[in-house]
């Protein structure tokens, strides 16, 4: 089987080094504009080859589209154009109405399934891949219906079979709200802590020795990159508005009470915050019994 990935970073990297461990006798070609990328890439074993767009996509059974979600809006049309019959493709983007949208009147729609793995570090490049990033993690296949059974099959073999992820299937925009509150407003949140942090202590070698494990766990998605999140936030900006406003809204009820050093309430607003050990506790049991 030949398997293009188009981009080559941590996501797509590290799908194709999971593919090459893990499906007998796949062929990944690479596609990347970044030439420094695709020579680390074919350097680091994640690709076979290098090719262009359209030769890789015209020698291929499976195209994963692993690049920012800006770029997969203006690409995916053209890389249907390109697909020869039988073909499918897949994208992992973080967001997926605006991307479902994009080729909804397309004739090969059909050989599209929308995707969203569920697993990414605050690293990139082909230098952060690793084969294990994808294994036993949460896959998101949206609007199913609207891609071929075959093509549906295809990609849940190597995302189900392949990489033992758990597939769920959801609606696009439902995928779009419910991803700005777990996933997006973190990565806000996280930015807006560091540059709260940088702003106001002047001194980082203070950041430094003051810095415990509590801060360097809330910060290390500030640490993740623009240019893919700056396109998410603007493609999910109304889920991640009202997302943000619920936020804001809990910030602030916490501030007047403690002004107020109503310390009874903030006890109360604290033990409620604790019931979320319960949620992800059953998550990462079945990511484990999966892996």
């Known amino acids: ?7 080559l970073g941590l996501l797509g990297g590290s799908t194709a080094l999971a593919l090459k461990e893990r499906l007998p006798g796949v062929r990944i070609i690479g596609v990347d504009t970044s030439r420094q990328h695709a020579a680390q890439a074919l350097a680091l074993g994640i690709a076979d080859k290098i090719l262009p767009l359209t030769e890789a ?5 499976v195209v994963v589209v692993a690049v920012p979600v800006d770029t997969i809006v203006e690409m995916l049309p053209q890389v249907l154009d390109l697909i020869t019959d039988g073909a499918v493709v897949v994208d992992l983007g973080s967001t997926k109405e605006c991307i479902c949208q994009v080729v909804d009147s397309h004739p090969r729609r059909s ?14 490049g082909p230098v952060a891949a690793f084969n294990e990033l994808l294994i036993g993690k949460q896959m998101i296949i949206c609007d199913r219906e609207r891609s071929d059974v075959d093509a549906l ?5 190597i995302f189900r079979n392949r990489l033992r992820m758990q597939i769920s299937y959801m609606d696009g925009a439902d995928h779009d709200r419910h991803i700005a509150y777990v996933s997006h407003l973190s990565h806000i949140s996280s930015f807006a802590l560091s540059n709260t942090v940088l702003a106001k202590e002047k001194d980082e070698q203070s950041i430094f020795e003051m810095a415990g494990s509590g801060f360097s766990s809330t910060v290390r998605l500030a640490k ?16 991640v508005s009202q997302s943000l406003s619920a936020y804001i809204d809990e910030l602030q009820q916490f ?11 903030m006890y109360r607003w604290m033990e409620d915050a604790n019931g979320i050990r319960t949620i ?12």
């Open 1 to 7: 089987m030949n398997i293009s990935i188009i981009g």
């Open 57 to 61: 996509v015209a020698q291929s059974d």
């Open 111 to 124: 050989r599209f399934v929308a995707g969203h793995p569920i697993a990414g570090t605050e690293r990139s």
């Open 153 to 157: 099959e295809i990609i849940e073999n």
């Open 224 to 239: 993740s990159n623009p240019s893919m999140w700056a396109p998410i936030f603007i493609q999910n900006a109304q889920n």
């Open 255 to 265: 501030k007047v009470w403690l002004e107020e050093q109503n310390e009874e309430n």
């Open 280 to 291: 992800l506790s059953g998550i990462h049991s079945n990511e484990e019994n999966q892996a």
